[in-house]
């Protein structure tokens, strides 16, 4: 018989089950009280975040705790997923927590499968006891996670926010809606301190960019954006435009690959399709007259149905002739089988320079897009493109630098399967813009690539010299009209020279260039 120390009766056992299972019904009870965190995914316990910081630590080596924390206190809408994919893309924490303050809310399923295959870092969390959100939660908060950074979910951070954020061990706005407490902050050691550190940090106005953050309440954004949607399509509101490139694209973001080598070939491609005679323009001249000179490319390929004509092509095929080299390319008539008209010129061109880098790599130039300074240092990218007005919510495709290896470009080009001939910019610029969003480690986007002005600026002769300085950081200029058309006179050396404009100013500067 094995040795047995006592044994307890028969009563006392069934007490004791008894005793057990009120016990276990009690956890359960207090965990859904809320007092304790649940994740919201698979509803299992979330580690206790100094826990996960420290293993954190450990495994990266990296003391500073890039957690975020907010609290979600309303039903969830497009306002708060634009909010939180700002926040990833400027902050780009490793875990970010998404309290959510009413166990019976929840986040529309469109949302979240959005964000569970975007941003897989985002922890949903349901937790009671905030359904009222005080500075001193806050600072609970970050306390329990050994520093992080708290947001309120109506503000959108500006790219200074980066680095003001890393340069900073504590930062407080003002009215609380952003609060950083890093691992070596004097909060830990002295609470008062921190009121030391308050500082208005966002803007009441959508259009201030000079700030570090802006307030997106819903009433402004009911304001600026009343159908509720991203697509651009439906709202022509330039704050609005620019409040959703800042959302979705940061300075800040992951920076491509830059190649000890040049990976984009020297040579610049121009596409032309008509139908009938093709007498080159003035300002097609002058285009491929500034990559010759200011890129100083070793090539100039133009692809056309048709043999430009007129004096200035005899001038350039005069002056240039051993480095243009004319390609037939018929027009294209289909897109992934989809028909084009033959008069949609455009959609046929959208896809033919896509086509023709895909082949040999190079810059693509719009007839009308004109060099400005020497674009040599972002050949060693994979892609590059840019934004030719500074609210557009796409990415020019005007002017583009490729690789014929680009992963960019592969994707770019394979979206065409997309293509709707009722929506020009939906496959040609929207397209791009969305998929730089989920890579933007493919393409390099500088911040001054390629500008484009207004009729009235390029006429006027009032600010002409002081338009033409404040042109110095971009690469590229591109007229927004064809110049024949807003000139009453015919357009050549000798009549530009007398221009006193932007436009007269910008084709001097081509000329006057040595080479």
């Known amino acids: ?13 069934k007490h004791f089950r008894v005793l057990g299972i009120l016990v276990i019904i009690g956890i359960i009870i207090y965990m859904l009280s809320g007092d304790l965190v649940w994740s919201a995914r698979g509803q299992q316990e979330l580690p206790p975040l100094p826990v996960a910081i420290e293993i954190y630590s450990q495994l990266t080596g990296n003391d500073t705790s890039w957690t975020a924390h907010a609290v979600l206190q309303e039903e969830f809408t497009l306002r708060h997923y634009l909010v939180i994919q700002n926040i990833l893309r400027h902050v780009r924490p490793y875990v970010f927590y998404l309290y959510v303050s009413h166990l019976t809310m929840s986040i529309p399923v469109e949302f979240e499968k959005r964000m569970n295959e975007e941003y897989p870092n985002v922890e949903l969390v349901r937790h ?6 005080s500075f001193s939660d806050i600072l609970r908060l970050l306390a329990s996670s050994k520093g992080g950074v708290y947001f309120s979910l109506d503000v959108l951070l500006q790219p200074p926010f980066g680095d003001l954020l890393r340069q900073n061990q504590c930062l407080v706005d003002t009215r609380l809606r952003i609060v950083s407490v890093q691992p070596s902050c004097p ?4 609470p008062s301190a921190l009121e030391a550190y308050q500082r208005p940090l966002v803007s009441d106005h959508p259009d201030d960019t000079r700030s570090v953050a802006i307030l997106l309440s819903k009433d402004t954004f009911d304001r600026l954006n009343p159908f509720h949607s991203l697509d651009p399509l439906t709202n022509s509101d330039r704050v609005w ?24 070939p020297n040579t610049v491609h121009y596409i032309w399709f008509s139908s009938n005679t093709w007498n080159m323009t003035f300002m097609q001249l002058i285009s491929v007259l500034s990559n010759l000179k200011i890129n100083r490319v070793i090539r100039v390929f133009i692809h056309s149905n048709t043999d430009p004509t007129g004096p200035h092509w005899d001038w350039l095929k005069h002056r240039y002739g051993d480095k243009i080299a004319r390609r037939y390319y018929p027009q294209p008539k289909y897109i992934h089988g989809k028909e084009i008209k033959s008069t949609w010129i455009q959609h046929s061109c959208d896809i033919a320079r896509l086509t023709v880098l895909q082949r040999h790599g190079g810059m693509y130039f719009d007839w009308d897009a004109i060099v400005l300074k020497s674009h040599e240092e972002l050949r060693y990218y994979d892609g590059v493109m840019g934004l030719d007005r500074p609210w557009s919510f796409g990415l ?9 290896k680009s992963e960019f ?12 001939r009722l929506s020009w910019g939906k496959t040609s610029i929207y397209a791009p813009r969305e998929i730089y969003q989920k890579h933007p480690y493919l393409l ?13 600026t390029l006429l006027d002769t009032s600010r002409s010299r002081a338009n033409l300085t404040a042109l110095t950081p971009y690469f590229a200029f591109h007229f927004s009209s064809e110049p024949e058309e807003l000139f009453k006179f015919e357009l050549n050396f000798t009549s530009v020279a007398r221009l006193d404009n932007l436009f007269g100013d910008v084709v001097r500067h081509v000329m006057d260039y040595p080479g």
């Open 241 to 264: 435009n620019s409040l959703i490139w800042q959302a979705h694209c940061s300075c800040d973001q992951l920076e491509p690959v830059r190649h000890a080598e040049a990976v984009i």
């Open 409 to 420: 470009l592969r994707l770019y080009k394979s979206n065409y399967v997309n293509y709707d």
């Open 128 to 133: 009671s006891a905030l359904s009222s959100i």
């Open 1 to 13: 018989m094995p040795f047995r120390l006592f044994q307890l009766p028969d009563r006392l056992q």
């Open 396 to 404: 020019s495709n005007g002017h583009i630098m490729f690789s014929a």
């Open 187 to 190: 909060y830990f050691t002295n």
């Open 444 to 456: 390099k986007v500088p911040s001054h690539f390629m500008k484009c002005e207004a009729d009235d």
